[in-house]
């Protein structure tokens, strides 16, 4: 890009807190791109598509840092070693704002790959992967120069190096060491260098994603849609070898619907926070009929949104309550309010991403009824009558197979699933009737969702249902005909009979479960955590506590303390409680079993049954979670700073395969950069006793 020198100038302005040099920047930026911004898109229907498949580097295989001159033309690489390129650019795109019902043009940072749309380059392309694979992945930040990557002073946790970036692959289990999953690294503007993935043969097939983990930039930088979907895709088959049972991959038996592979949509829901300013550097809105009342934040035609501003005391746009008064939709691969086609009784597999860093999506389906308004025209603000007037139908049956890319024991029949910041979910979906479906993110209340308050229903989008097979009978019995006629096509004959009585047994899956049980008799210690915001201090402290009770003691992240050392081969049972508001906690590496989710009074809401009603409010997000396996999972806190009134969530991991350093922490992404995050080491056994590691 030209200018770099200016745009240098202005990073300075704004770590340093210079407004009015970072106002003027700002400014600047907004003229400096209006010549590049692209052409209006029509505002009518916007098709959703799955986000581009990230190619193959058709060369050899560059040294681990690059230069130039270094990436020589060669073969392709063989079958088991994929070698991609990644860029981090500034991109002038443009994102549909139903509040002004115009296309807002917008220059943010993304990853731009083979294939990346013009139109939708905020969602970086699919990376797909088999187990077994040696990924090469070459991430080039071609950002502008930023000081404040090589030569930070000030407080860690607070927003610097916002061109500074690096790569996790969330929820793969691989190393966190070196030149793998390492997101300890910090990639700086100008830089290349070359990630090694080596995923392992018995890597669950599944649903991940990647994301810039840099701490001080990880929120601004996915807030741009920085974020893409990881595939992981398997051909593993069940098998008994001496009457025990090898689970295989869940893929094996969804490639035997309808005598094909079933439909799949990889969607990734994201939270793009642009903003526009005026020529005093303060956010452009629109206000309703209520002068006090924000409706949205708005651009004018000529204007560049943009998310560089970090100044808290003018607005950050990093705060819960900011994404609300921002009047912006979520978006899914790229698009506002996207159409969806489908076929009436196809089966679908609907993989959904949280790639955002705001608000918890309850997902339903419900009916539209004919001849009703454009979904074009609704504003967030008026989202809620929409479809109070509009989407009256009953809300539609879907099955999750899996949580964060890992199989149930059991397909979920469910009308709503919750999905936090971090989340994979794993659908299959069938529309049973001609029309149409508006995709709705139901109100949350407040201790469920990531505002803290009570959350009015959103559209998302909505699903346009032609002729296609007729659905006989409930949804569930449909399905369940549908993959028992497809392990009967699929499943070798050895294991077709067990899982065909497992399928049609409630659905059970077990025979795809890719971890086994964690039983009492396997834990070999305990891990106790709770999250914390200290509302005493100036600035407001987001810290982590490696104790529970009379022993909490939270701390803000510090990247050279190590919070926890753990031992290769040890179980632990985890208790998660969290002290003020509510947190995803995100765990690296290893994932998790859920034992069991306590309420403040002590009972267990994790079970296929339960209902939360500790607060007055039903929230469904704990339900039918117990002995479900994850990576990430919502800890529900009190609103006192007390640890009066908290739920407690016990989950068990074991530490296998993986030595290193990595971390965990909330995955509400500008809470990790403020410091809610711990550094873990994973250590070898000391030997002593003759004691050694179970996993090799």
């Not at 982590?544 to 290769?568: E, Q």
Request: net charge negative; glycine share 8%.
């Amino acid at each position: 890009m030209s200018n770099i020198v200016e745009r240098t100038w202005c990073y300075s302005g704004f770590i340093q807190g210079w407004r009015a040099v970072a106002i003027a920047c700002l400014l600047s930026t907004q003229i400096l791109f209006l010549s590049a911004q692209p052409a209006q898109a029509k505002s009518s229907e916007r098709i959703i598509e799955n986000p581009p498949q990230l190619d193959l580097r058709q060369e050899s295989i560059p040294p681990i840092l690059l230069t130039p001159s270094s990436v020589a033309p060669a073969a392709a690489s063989a079958q088991a070693e994929k070698t991609f390129d990644l860029n981090i650019e500034y991109t002038d795109g443009q994102l549909y704002n139903p509040a002004t019902q115009r296309y807002d043009q917008v220059h943010l940072r993304s990853y731009v790959g083979t294939d990346t749309s013009p139109e939708r380059p905020y969602v970086a392309p699919t990376i797909e992967l088999n187990p077994g694979d040696t990924a090469r992945i070459s991430l080039h930040n071609k950002l502008p120069a930023d000081a404040t990557c090589t030569d930070w002073s000030g407080d860690v946790n607070s927003p610097h190096c916002l061109n500074g970036t690096n790569l996790h692959a969330h929820g793969l289990w691989i190393s966190p060491t070196g030149n793998s999953d390492n997101m300890l690294l910090s990639i700086n503007p100008g830089v290349s260098f070359q990630y090694e993935y080596n995923i392992p043969l018995d890597h669950p097939a599944g649903t991940f994603w990647y994301h810039t983990h840099r701490h001080g930039s990880t929120s601004v930088q996915v807030s741009s849609g920085m974020a893409g979907a990881l595939i992981v895709r398997g051909d593993r088959m069940p098998s008994k070898n001496k009457g025990t049972l090898q689970t295989g991959d869940i893929d094996t038996l969804l490639k035997g619907v309808d005598a094909q592979t079933i439909p799949e949509r990889i969607l990734l829901l994201q939270q793009i926070q642009y903003a526009c300013l005026d020529n005093n550097g303060v956010v452009k809105v629109q206000k309703g009929s209520d002068d006090d009342k924000v409706d949205a934040w708005v651009c004018d035609p000529g204007d560049s949104g943009i998310i560089e501003f970090t100044d808290s005391a003018n607005k950050s746009f990093f705060t819960p309550q900011t994404w609300a008064e921002s009047g912006h939709h979520t978006s899914i691969n790229g698009q506002i309010l996207p159409t969806f086609k489908a076929k009436t009784g196809e089966v679908e597999r609907w993989r959904m991403i949280h790639a955002g860093v705001r608000n918890t999506i309850s997902l339903e389906f419900r009916k539209r009824k004919d001849n009703v308004p454009s979904i074009n025209t609704v504003s967030a603000a008026a989202a809620d009558n929409y479809i109070e007037q509009h989407c009256t139908g009953d809300p539609i049956p879907y099955h999750v197979i899996a949580d964060d890319g890992l199989t149930r024991a059991a397909a979920w029949e469910t009308t709503l699933t919750t999905l936090q910041p971090g989340y994979r979910s794993d659908a299959l979906v069938v529309f049973p009737e001609v029309g149409d479906y508006c995709v709705i993110d139901t109100s949350a209340p407040a201790p469920g969702s990531v505002s803290q308050a009570l959350e009015s229903r959103q559209l998302l989008g909505v699903v346009k249902a032609d002729v296609g097979t007729t659905v006989s009978g409930d949804i569930h019995s449909y399905l369940t005909e549908q993959l028992v006629a497809a392990a009967k096509r699929t499943m070798p004959g050895a294991i077709q009979a067990r899982v065909v009585s497992d399928l049609k047994n409630g659905l059970k899956l077990s025979a795809f479960v890719p971890h086994p049980d964690i039983p009492d008799g396997e834990v070999t210690g305990t891990q106790e955590m709770v999250f914390f915001i200290d509302t005493t201090t100036t600035p407001v402290k987001f810290e982590v506590s490696n104790a529970i009770g009379k022993k909490f003691d939270p701390k803000p992240y510090d990247p050279k303390r190590v919070d926890r050392t753990l031992t290769l081969g040890d179980v632990d049972e985890w208790t998660l409680q969290s002290y003020f508001a509510s947190h995803p906690f995100h765990i690296h590496v290893n994932p998790f079993q859920i034992v069991k989710i306590l309420d403040p009074n002590g009972k267990d809401v994790s079970g296929p049954e339960a209902v939360d009603d500790a607060d007055g409010h039903v929230d469904p997000q704990y339900r039918n979670m117990k002995g479900v396996w994850k990576d990430t999972l919502w800890v529900k806190g009190s609103t006192n700073n007390q640890p009066q009134g908290v739920y407690t969530v016990v989950v068990r991991t074991r530490y296998e395969r993986y030595i290193g350093d990595y971390v965990q922490h909330c995955h509400i992404l500008d809470h990790e950069d403020q410091g809610m995050m711990q550094n873990i080491s994973v250590v070898l056994p000391s030997g002593v006793d003759g004691a050694t590691a179970s996993y090799h």
